[in-house]
C-alpha cells in the first residue's frame, strides 16, 4: 500500500461520445450500473486513494452529481465541468485537488479498472515520478502514408498505453501548465519535458468504451470475472 503521502485521483468524464451512436457512454449500464459508477467504485475501494476529482462534460453535470448521491461516494471532493479539450479536463481536476502529492489519472471510459491496477501504478511511479498502465501489443502495426505501407514495426518493442497514469504533482501540474496544442495521453506530454516515465503491466480487459460494441464486451468480462 502507497501510504505516506496524500493521493488525488482524476477521473476524465468529459467525452462527447460522437461514436456511441446516441449513447452517453458515461450512464450507459454495465451489469446494472452506470459506467462512470464502476470506475468510480474502483477509486473509492484503493486504500491508497484519499479524494477524487470527476470531471464532466456541463450537460452531464446534474446528472452526474444525481449518481453520487444515490451512490454515496465518500472520496470524491470535486465534481468539475470539463474543458474543450482532454488536457482543459485534466487542468481542471488537478486544480481541484490542490493538496495532493500523487495523482492517478483515469478515463472515465475504462469502467473494468481494478484496485490493484491503482495501487500497482502508485508503487511503479515511485522510482522515477511517473509511471503508465500498458500492454505489449498483439497486432502487427503498419506505418502508412498515403495508402502505402512505409513501415513494419517490431512488436517486441511496443505497448498500447492505458490509464491509470500516475505521476508526482509537481511534474503533471508543471506539464500541464505548458501544454500546447491537442494532447491525448498525459504521458506523452510529461515525456516532451524530458522526464522519464516508466511502464508497470496493464490489463488487457481494462478496455476502453468508444463503440457500443465495447458495451457489450464490458458485460461480458464483468461477469466472468466476478461470477
Not at 470524491?76 to 500523487?102: I, M
Amino acid at each position: 500500500m502507497f501510504n505516506y503521502e496524500k493521493v488525488g485521483a482524476v477521473i476524465v468524464a468529459a467525452g462527447s461520445s460522437i461514436r456511441m451512436g446516441g449513447i452517453n457512454k458515461m450512464f450507459a449500464l454495465i451489469a446494472g450500473k452506470p459506467v462512470l459508477a464502476r470506475v468510480v467504485s474502483a477509486f473509492e475501494a484503493a486504500p491508497s486513494v484519499d479524494s477524487i476529482a470527476v470531471v464532466l462534460n456541463e450537460i452531464d453535470f446534474d446528472r452526474g452529481r444525481n449518481l453520487a448521491a444515490t451512490e454515496h461516494w465518500q472520496k470524491v471532493t470535486a465534481l468539475v465541468s470539463g474543458g474543450a479539450l482532454r488536457q482543459d479536463s485534466v487542468k481542471a481536476g488537478l486544480t481541484n485537488l490542490p493538496d495532493c502529492k500523487w495523482f492517478v489519472i483515469h478515463d472515465g471510459a475504462r469502467p473494468l479498472v481494478t484496485v490493484d491496477l491503482i495501487e500497482a501504478g502508485l508503487r511503479a511511479a515511485e522510482a522515477t515520478g511517473g509511471a503508465i498502465a500498458a500492454v505489449a501489443v498483439t497486432d502487427t502495426i503498419k506505418e502508412e502514408r498515403g495508402g502505402l505501407i512505409v513501415r513494419t514495426h517490431p512488436r517486441t518493442v511496443l505497448r498500447a498505453a492505458q490509464t491509470p497514469q500516475v505521476f508526482r504533482a509537481d511534474i503533471i501540474k508543471g506539464a500541464y501548465e505548458q501544454a500546447a496544442g491537442e494532447v491525448t495521453d498525459d504521458a506523452s506530454l510529461v515525456e516532451s519535458l524530458g522526464h522519464r516515465v516508466g511502464l508497470y503491466l496493464g490489463d488487457y480487459q481494462n478496455i476502453k468504451i468508444t463503440t457500443p460494441i465495447d458495451l457489450t464486451y464490458a458485460e461480458i468480462l464483468w461477469h466472468r470475472e466476478r461470477y
